[in-house]
């Protein structure tokens, strides 16, 4: 018999975890000081590619309130620098100094570190070092690094080829030998960077506390860093304790290991002092990860009635001088290829795919990794295949959709779609947009001579995934499960502790309300720690729109285990059967509460007077469990925009926005349409605003917030959400959501933007879809000097 | 050279006398000297906002401005919002009950914004509340919860004005 | 990002001012808004020796409207113009120009005289001030001196100021009656610095253009003063019938002229053609709002 609540999943509970902040109370990296602290601040290299001739610290180090110029070169031989992970799919190795030694290969790269009383000085000092480069060639561009004759970023890596697969499944040749047509073109997406409002950090303190190392980090994996610090630092991993300190936003980009924060928790155990870093924005524009950046030439073969019959992609990532520690050099152009094919039939594909390195900032994983690019490119070529057959894009996309009915189904990239209603998306899309009316005023809507384009974009995405799915493919290190501990405190009250940080997500209320319900305890009573190693089980941390399944099914996992302790422990001290108990408002009792423990009562005799409870009743009341989905829980969506470009100026307007998401079983609406809409603000910022550029030298042209351009609240239209749930096959029938509309908004822009200009023969294949672009997209005459 | 000057303030309303470093900020000055870290500091030239606060009445960017310049002024940052009693200001409530915040990193700048705001537009339209705000930065929310907020808190605001 | 050292000072009169700027030599600034200075100290691009804080002086914050002239004194922000209903209604393209500054906490510290110092070539204020046949005045210890906008700018961030040299005041004459003013620009997002903006004031009496004002912003050098395309315009029967043909004639003739930079933003190819579009669009608003004369 259960009676639990089952009423606080699915209802907008207001998260505690919002008071602090909203207090100016929250802590954040900058806000931790310790007495004795002492700041660093960095050297980064002005070259993209050059040899360290020489570098003379002498004047930094005598600078008053300098206590200590750090070099490669001191470095060396006492710490391991960062090999990349060793990738089955790897062109060769690149490792990566903590502190730059013979070569930079990237403008921004760090070659000395400074401690010094205050940040300040520490700048100070860093001005007064100086170094002697000899410039190497560069290489800035992926398709020209990976030439025979180009410059070679990494001695063993030929081809500057990090990574580079080739795979095929099914009769590709033959499907393109007998397609009825062929669609084929190229794409770009140009580099972008998550722009946390927040930049990286750490503060790391040699015994504060009981451990010997403390770290507090801006960061999304506590554990995994706990991993690699005791590693690197030649720790025991008892000895080390990482915190996510609240974080700024992370998307991705602090989910790397990086050389900083590894730097500084070997400075605090050298100095025995608490050392702190603090990214500042100019620094965070080139030492942290950057994304995308990404070539496609994609060719789709059909049959007479539009079914796609094969793909064959051809996929260059720009990656960066270094493969970056933990996910590798291979995430970005391994998940563009494979999953290209979204949630369409893709009955044959091939692929090759590059991961290629240049003299720029690493690339490493940032929302939704190679899908926006994947599915950008795919959805515009549905498109261009559309107009060609003379079909209707939306009818297009509907002929090609994995229809439940076939479900399971296995595409040709391995893939196993299931417990996700790809059409019933695109269906409530198409019917909220008033698709039909859309397309019947497309030519007379738009005011002042604009262009009216209307794109509809359906995606896939793949989230929660377990060990049979890689996340980082061909990586050693796959995650795919995590661990949650439930602890009755004496109080009674629950505590949840996982290993799973926020940064801005919820993840501890969305716990709450997950524990509260399969619990039937008050949602006041259950509290949620999720940031620190020293308080959780080990968990991978928060990446790849994985903590609603993770998180909910190792709670729904772990309670259904606590409850029966509970119930046992109740029918003991109630002198009831079990089957008669239930737990309801944090209380254990008879269906007609004639008879009642609540578990505060319990809690206490439990704890203080274990007397009279025999003991296999009183084994504690805390449970770890595990949870592995074992497969990925595919999320959906179909975003219709409509857009308005102006062929004088290029601009472009959004000026509606439809997006019909399936997130499976929602914990808390208002949490989740912040994901959603924040998702959809990166992929407008994305399609429309951002981009990192770099000029022939390899010196970054975009370094301050001035040049790189993201989304004001001018930028983002009103967004009309809907949703067509259905529940995941996981524990729970949770599914992610965290990515998926980005990859909506980027596909249905891009496609709007076309639509728009396909009516003038224009077709803009380079995104983002700067004004420039446009126009040039336009064939508008535009006079240079 | 003079490298620290005296300055009078009152931040919060309560009044402070320190020797700052001429060249220190106003930013680092709340947050390191008076260990008021509720102001942040995303960018320091004056772009993503989430250091703004009020200068006698008015939005300034505080990494923007030195703590010299202080002198003499009355500041007030997200830490003086709530009442002595605890008693949050309806902003606060108002961005808390329409989940008008995400990672937290840009609230500070949003709520200083908005309380200007609304003190010279007490009623105003949507696009007014995203015009005013186009100066502050949000990379997690995508504006929409936040713009409901700030027309929440007006709404709100007019009706305790009218009891 | 965290601003070097310097000798900080902050005068309470003019003459202090004056004299301490003097004594700071070639690497003194003046610290007016400081939100283009602060940020090149705080990125290190810039290290003046010396920061003359003016703010405390009380006789440079004045906005006087005259009869025939307004006078913005070094202290006048932003937001300052954009509260004031003479500026508004006598002054309408300096106005509506100001509204297009970043956003609100900026305008609250920046000032008019500030920008005009500053004379970035995407910045609003030196263009406005040029279209007005504005004027400069100059203060330093050896006295005053006024020049006209345009020979004060001298080229991109860069002005005929000498060490020991400030803007004390920024002078508009007032337009004539019935005179239509527009200022268009184009920036990626509200707020930014213009891709390209046209600053335009037609005065038209009896169907003819009596006088044309034209600067373009955003060009690469300083305000440009579009006087191949006033001239196309002036003396010109100027009606519905004749506004299209002659406007499209003024924006070739500015397309023509400009010599714009490239940048991050844009290629120096689409700034001329957002250029000519602007001119294009700045002249039908302005056309559209002279008054019955």
Redesign the interface.
Known sequence: MRFSNEKIVGT?V??DE??P????????I??ISFSGMYHVAFLRSQYAHARLVSVDTEAARAMPGVIKVMTGAELAGKVEPFRSMPNRFSGGESVQHWLAVDKVRFCGEAICAVVAED??TA??AV?LIEVDYDPLPVVTKAREGEMDDAPRIHDECANNHLIKREYERGEVDEAFANAHAVVERSFHIGRKQ?????GRGCVAAFRQGSFKLSVWMSHQLPYVVRHYLAKHLKLGETDVRVIAA????G?GQKASIYPEEFLCSYLALQLRRPIKWVE???ENMVASTHARENDVELKIAFDKDGHILALDSDIWADVGAYSTYLWSAGMEPLQIAGLMPGPYKVPAMRYVTRGVATNKTPVGPYRAVGRPTASTSLELLLDDAARQLGMDPVELRKRNLITADLMPYRNANNLLHDHVNYEACLDLSAAKANYQKLREGQESAAPNGKLRGIGVACFAELTGLGTSTAVGPGTLLQPGRDAVTLRLETSGALTIAAALPS????IATAMCQVAADELGMKLEDVNCVTNDTAMAPYGFGTFASRTAVFGSGAVIKAAQELRERLLALGAHLLETPKEELGIVDSAIQTLDRSKSISLANLAEQSFFSAKHIPDELNQGFEITSFYDPKFGSFAAGAHTVVVDVDP????VEIVRYVAVEDVGRVINP??V??QI??????GIGEAL?EEL?YDEDGQP??V????Y????????P??ELHHANTPSGAIGGFKGCGEGSIIGAVGAIACAINDALSRKGGDLRAFPA???RV?RALN?????? | MARDRTITCKVNGRAYEKSVPVRQSLADFLRDTLSLTGTHLGCEHGVCGACTVLMNGRSVRSCLTLAVQADETDIVTIEGLRSDSGEWHQIQKSFHENFGLQCGYCTPGFLITAIELLEENPDPTENEVREALSGNICRCSGYSAIVTAVMAAARDMLELQKT | MKAPWFEYQAPRTLEEGLETLRDAGEDGRVLSGGQSLMPMLNMRIAAPTHLVDINRIDALNHLTVESDTLRLGALVRHADVLRSKSIREGWSLLAEATTQIAHIAIRNRGTVCGSISHNDPAAEHPGVLAAYDGTVVIASTEGTREVSAEEFSDGMMSTILEPGEMVIEVRYPRPAPGAGQAFVEYARRLGDFAIAGVAAILEVRNGTCERARLTIVGMGDGPFRATGAENILTGETLDASTSAELFAAASAKVMDEVDPAEDVHASSGYRRHLAGVLTKRALITAFARTGGV
């Open positions: 907008s207001l998260p919002a008071i902040l909203l207090e100016g109370e929250g802590r954040f900058n806000d940040r300040a700048e100070d001005d998550a722009m946390c409002l927040e609240q974080t700024g936003g998307f500042d924005r100019l940064q801005g997500q919820r004088e100026t290029g601009d208002a949490v349409e912040g809409i924040g998702g959809i603000a990166q605003l550029i042209r975009t301050t917030l001035a040049d351009l993201v989304p004001s609240s001018m930028e983002i009103k967004i700067t004004p420039e126009l508008v005459e535009m006079r240079d000097a």
